[in-house]
């Protein structure tokens, strides 16, 4: 983070998803839509999310995506935006994360990525919660290989409860991320996140930290927003993704990602049609 020289503008935007691109189920409004167009026009954009291969994919097909790099699994899998193909994966044992989590969550519910295809599971998730399809294979199935990510989820708790029991957590071959919105733990590998994706994908694009902007609302975008040139909160993020950040924007229900890439790739005219509206209100 830093001062940016006089007319600058961003070559890589990266995107956080839920939270940022939408809310909820719900897909990506209009405005926001229309200002990732108008952006795509002027710079790489690329999606970089905690969902899976698997569940990229809606959003994928929503904003017509069709080049370029998405960053799914906190970074821990690169996908070919046009083939859908992945390009790498980094994967890494989770027993013993498993094992630590399960001592102060011994209720969780906890699933490994199986690319590509969708999760395995200890037990029951809520339905819809998790992406392609989910085979339930136990503890033991779930350390029986390596996966990308590991995840838990803390039945009839809160995101608050479950910060308060993972304080302090250990987990020295992992990187931990908290949700704000869901009672939901995420474990990748050490040094994996969407900041390590990106540098990865910066390097082979010749384009320096100094010239991305990175938008995001939770834990997991922390380190992408301090490793970008310029680093975007959405409004209703935890103070500590806005403390992160260079500066904050309106809360996802508010168009917030809209506002802030319009700050730097909408013309007048794409300011005026965003503000008039129809007696309707339409």
């Not at 897909?27 to 795509?40: M, N, Q």
């Not at 370029?68 to 821990?76: K, P």
């Not at 987990?171 to 040094?191: K, N």
């Not at 609302?217 to 409004?235: F, I, Q, T």
Request: proline share 6%; glycine share 10%; net charge negative.
């Amino acid at each position: 983070m830093g001062v940016r020289p006089i007319g600058w503008r961003p070559r890589l935007v990266a995107l956080d998803i839920d939270g940022t691109v939408v809310h909820g189920a719900s897909p990506p409004t209009p405005p926001v839509r229309a200002a990732i167009d108008r952006a795509a026009r002027h710079a790489e954009v690329m999606l970089c999310t905690g969902r899976t291969v698997v569940g990229v994919a809606a959003a994928l097909d929503q904003l017509a995506m069709t080049r370029g790099t998405t960053l799914t699994s906190n970074g821990a899998v690169e996908l070919d935006t046009a083939t859908r193909e992945v390009r790498t994966v980094v994967r890494f044992d989770v027993s013993d994360a498993l094992a630590r989590l399960r001592e102060r969550f011994p209720d969780g519910h906890f699933a490994c990525e199986h690319v590509g295809v969708g999760q395995r599971v200890s037990a029951p998730f809520p339905a819809g919660v998790l992406a392609g399809r989910v085979t339930e294979v136990g503890i033991e199935g779930l350390i029986a290989e390596p996966s990308p990510k590991l995840i838990m989820y803390w039945p009839g708790r809160t995101p608050a409860q479950t910060r308060e029991r993972a304080a302090g957590l250990d987990l020295p071959d992992a990187t931990v991320t908290l949700d704000h919105e869901v009672p939901w733990v995420t474990v990748v590998a050490a040094g994996v996140s969407k900041a390590s994706g990106l540098a990865r994908v910066t390097r082979r694009l010749g384009i320096d930290a100094a010239d991305v902007l990175a938008v995001g609302d939770g834990d997991n975008d922390r380190e992408m927003l301090r490793w970008a040139g310029h680093g975007v909160a959405m409004g209703q993020g935890p103070d500590t993704v806005r403390a992160d950040a260079d500066e904050v924007t309106a809360p996802v229900t508010a168009d917030g990602l809209a506002d802030a890439l319009d700050r730097w790739f909408a013309t007048t005219a794409d300011r005026t049609r965003r503000t008039v509206r129809s007696p309707d209100g339409l």
